[in-house]
């Protein structure tokens, strides 16, 4: 994943905006960037904690393990190869007995549009809606059928507008995680320009909590199912003291569809 997504993060926070919710009036307390959910009600002490993955599985196990001891609910987005991964199986079924939402990350993780242009689409529609479909009917080996998982979250989590109203034409939300921590950058390896380190990453949770009035609220905070094996610094190895130190200060850790519910 290039590291030119953290040079971009400034330019995103502009595009955050506000949208009505469904039969409320006035501003929702919900935000949009390009058309896609990137955070809950930013008035409750509520946040979901999101998974992706494609390569890689080897948090998996711990991740689950460790939710589960908690008593925490985690959403996981998931690409079709993902899915069809016979190394995974385990994992997948795991997740699945323990009421996990999980959900689609683009069959064979392709790129959308272009970094530095980001109106410039590397793919057509029918590209985009026929890779869609695969990861789908990959979830469906699962007993996931589309209508349990209408939420998306594009490979890279790099999209535009036009993304979002495909997405939204097939019936489907499009969302990406809440910018102001690095808690996406769990998959940087070390001796590259964009590394951060697990303890970087935690910190930089800890400080947007404290540093901004609605701290996290309605956060959608992700991080990664599994990253390369060169990153031997594994940040899902701070997550149970991450829940444990965001929970002693009141926050409810939810299911990305009970986190945005109100909103669809």
Known sequence: ??????LLWTILLLGVTTCHTKGQQGPSPFQYIQGALVRGDTSAKELALVFTGDEYANGGMHIAQLLERQGVK???FLTGKFYRNPDFQAVLNTLVAGGHYLGAHSDQHLLYCDWEKRDSLLVTRDEFTEDL???YKAMHAFGIETG???LFLPPYEW???TISAWTASMGLQLINYTHGTLSHADYTVPGTSGYRS????YGSI???ETGHNSGLNGFILLSHIGTAPERSDKF???LEDLINSLQAKGYQFLRIDELLHRAL
């Open 133 to 135: 479909k695969y990861n």
């Open 206 to 208: 800890l400080e947007y």
């Open 198 to 201: 697990s303890q970087k990453i």
């Open 148 to 150: 349990d998982a209408p």
């Open 1 to 6: 994943m290039p590291d030119l997504r953290t």
């Open 74 to 76: 985690g959403s996981f």
């Open 236 to 238: 899902y190895l701070r």
């Open 159 to 161: 999209y535009n507008d």
